[in-house]
């Protein structure tokens, strides 16, 4: 991590030559909601990672017998340690290990960084709109982080959607992040409870919640949709209806595994 | 069988089907493998319609005895890999045409 | 042995060593769903079965006629190669011997296909003499769409790959052509039992 700082934040790693599988050692564990958590891992040869990107995580067991699943990034670029967060799928194969049975000291066999297509740089000067669903909000977090620490005053919105309250992963840091007063605004939707005092949304994505969430087309914003291939899908659908670019639009589809594939 | 029974599994199906399908982003780590470059971004135009899509865009089924990606606007496929016994076999023959830059 | 994740288990796949399970699978309870595209919409009402090619007169059936044929009930075990194994399924459908009844063919292979562009080829061999049915039921119930449903082929003795879903005909041909796997890597034949899972095996 120390040689991404040395090459400067605005550093783009490699995308050339094979992804060599490397290990990073689980650090710290943080629970996030009651079935995601978020693994810390201090990976010692990370070349560094644009904010979106994901790595391919691979377990093996003492028999031979592999399994490989594909994560989102959670943290940003410059950030100390690469984060992962992972939600705990109860029919899962990989998932119930990573959030239940990895513990700290443990090594952990990935490649990456992986993407160039679903990926925000600091640099880009539109709007972000920014639509999650669940956990589809990890590679969207990425980006949010990465926006405050390059200290991009770029009008930014979220619309999240989780299921109840105590399902909105990252809340707090997201109640941070939008109380900054640097152009970002958080979204809230729950499609399976309407808590008391609730101020956010109670129902799923549609087009009047958009019309009141996005952009008018002419402010060219920049637009990445996140989450379950069903609830992309939708979401998008609905923007391209509104009269969006669909080219402006890029989306990320996440398997009934959490990531993809 | 009656079709009202017939059309409800046909949603319920189509549902599950929905959530099979990725996207191209879902093959990123695969196609460095084979192509040594990051293509999640490279754009490929469709054999058969001509549709001219980022691979981050096309539909891709990874819950298959292979890889099958297909076109987003016509859904004819793109490209195939089987990987197995040490080897790939990559068929790209409904891609016409793949732009990829050299940074 | 390189690394191993601790304490990582996997799937339960149980590498039991029993005569009704081929090399390398293990046994599955489930019915895992493998999808290569959109599953087809098939209206019963336009559906049609086929038996062409190198034949005299084509035949052609409707779903009405179709599902008036003498039909059997059959339970058999099938094996996927991405290596699950699911014993005794049932299945009820139409014999291929008897869509062939009275068919003269000099065709000693077929291509097998299905809505959607799904091809497969097989030896005609390896789909007479009660190897083969082209299938409407799975355990006593419609097979759903994902599943191959209303009507898929089911030749359980081959990788399941060859038991081609949402099955429209069989082409009776001269030449081995080879389907939309066997061309690119999976084995012209797929045996379970002698492993012939890739090219070369």
């Given at each position: ?9 605005l ?22 909601t009651?079935?995601?958590s978020s ?31 594909s994560y989102?990034?959670?943290s ?6 690469l ?28 490649r ?28 969207l ?5 990465h ?5 991009s005053?770029?009008?930014a ?28 605004t ?37 637009v990445f ?6 609830f ?16 402006s ?13 | ?33 084979i192509?040594?470059?990051?293509m999640t971004a ?56 793949l732009?990829f830059?050299?940074? | 042995?390189?690394?191993?994740s601790?304490?990582f ?17 293990y ?9 290569a ?7 019963l ?7 062409e ?6 035949k ?28 005794d ?46 299938v ?7 097979i759903?769409p ?8 089911f030749?359980?003795?081959?990788y ?19 389907g ?14 002698r ?7």
């Amino acid at each position: 991590m120390a040689r991404a700082a040395v090459l400067g934040r605005l550093e783009i790693p490699t995308s050339r030559g094979p992804l060599r599988w490397q290990f990073g050692t689980l650090a710290e564990v943080v629970r996030e909601t009651p079935r995601v958590s978020s693994l810390y891992l201090d990976v010692p040869d990370w070349q560094g990672h644009l904010a979106g990107q994901h790595v391919d995580v691979r377990l093996t067991a003492d028999d031979g017998y592999q399994a490989e699943r594909s994560y989102s990034i959670a943290s940003a670029p410059d950030d100390p340690r690469l984060a992962l967060t992972v939600e705990r799928l109860d029919d899962g194969e990989v998932s119930p290990y990573l959030v239940g049975e990895l513990r700290v000291g443990d090594r952990l066999e990935l490649r990456g960084p992986i993407g160039g297509f679903f990926v925000w740089r600091g640099e880009d000067d539109r709007p972000l709109l920014l639509i999650a669903g669940g956990s589809g909000v990890v590679p969207l977090m990425a980006m949010l982080r990465h926006r405050a620490n390059v200290e991009s005053t770029v009008p930014a919105r979220l619309l999240f959607s989780s299921r109840t309250q105590a399902d909105v992963i990252y809340r707090d840091e997201l109640s941070r992040l939008g109380a900054a007063g640097d152009g970002l605004t958080v979204f809230h939707a729950l499609t399976r409870e309407k808590p008391a005092g609730w101020s956010g949304y109670t129902r799923r994505i549609d087009e009047a919640m958009l019309k009141e969430v996005a952009w008018p087309i002419q402010e060219s914003p920049a637009v990445f949709i996140c989450g379950p291939t069903p609830f992309v899908e939708a979401a998008s659908q609905l923007l391209v209806a509104m009269g969006y670019e669909p080219r402006s639009i890029k989306t990320e589809r996440f398997g009934a595994t959490g990531g993809t594939a | 069988m009656n079709s009202e029974s017939h059309n409800h599994a046909r949603l319920a199906a189509t549902t599950q089907v929905e959530e099979a399908r990725l996207d191209g982003n879902a093959i990123g780590g695969l196609l460095r493998e084979i192509f040594a470059v990051e293509m999640t971004a490279a754009v490929g135009t469709c054999a058969f319609c001509g549709a001219v899509n980022e691979v981050g865009r096309v539909q891709v089924y990874v819950r298959a005895p292979g890889t099958v990606v297909r076109c987003p606007e016509c859904e004819q496929v793109l490209m195939k890999i089987v990987r197995g016994g040490g080897r790939y076999w990559v068929d790209m023959t409904g891609v016409r045409c793949l732009e990829f830059s050299e940074a | 042995m390189g690394f191993v994740s601790r304490g990582f288990r996997g799937k339960r796949r149980d590498n039991v060593s029993s005569s009704r399970v081929p090399p390398g699978q293990y046994v599955v309870t489930d019915f895992p769903v493998l999808s290569a595209g959109p599953t087809p919409h098939v209206n019963l009402d336009q559906w049609t079965f086929s038996i062409e090619g190198e034949i005299d007169e084509p035949k052609k059936w409707t779903w009405k006629e179709f599902s008036a044929l003498p039909a059997d009930t059959v339970t058999k075990d099938i094996h996927c190669v991405t290596k699950w194994t699911k014993l005794d399924t049932t299945w009820k459908g139409v014999s291929v011997d008897t869509l062939m009844e009275g068919v003269d063919t000099a065709a000693d292979f077929t291509t097998v296909y299905s809505d959607g562009g799904y091809t497969t080829n097989l030896a005609l061999d390896d789909i007479t003499a009660n190897k083969a049915w082209v299938v409407y039921e799975f355990d006593g119930q419609p097979i759903e769409p994902q599943h191959g449903g209303p009507v898929r082929f089911f030749v359980p003795h081959l990788y399941f790959w060859k038991s081609a879903k949402w099955v429209r005909g069989i082409r009776l041909q001269k030449e081995e052509h080879p389907g939309f796997w066997e061309s690119n890597g999976y084995h012209i034949r797929g045996d379970p039992w002698r492993e012939q899972r890739y090219w070369g095996d």
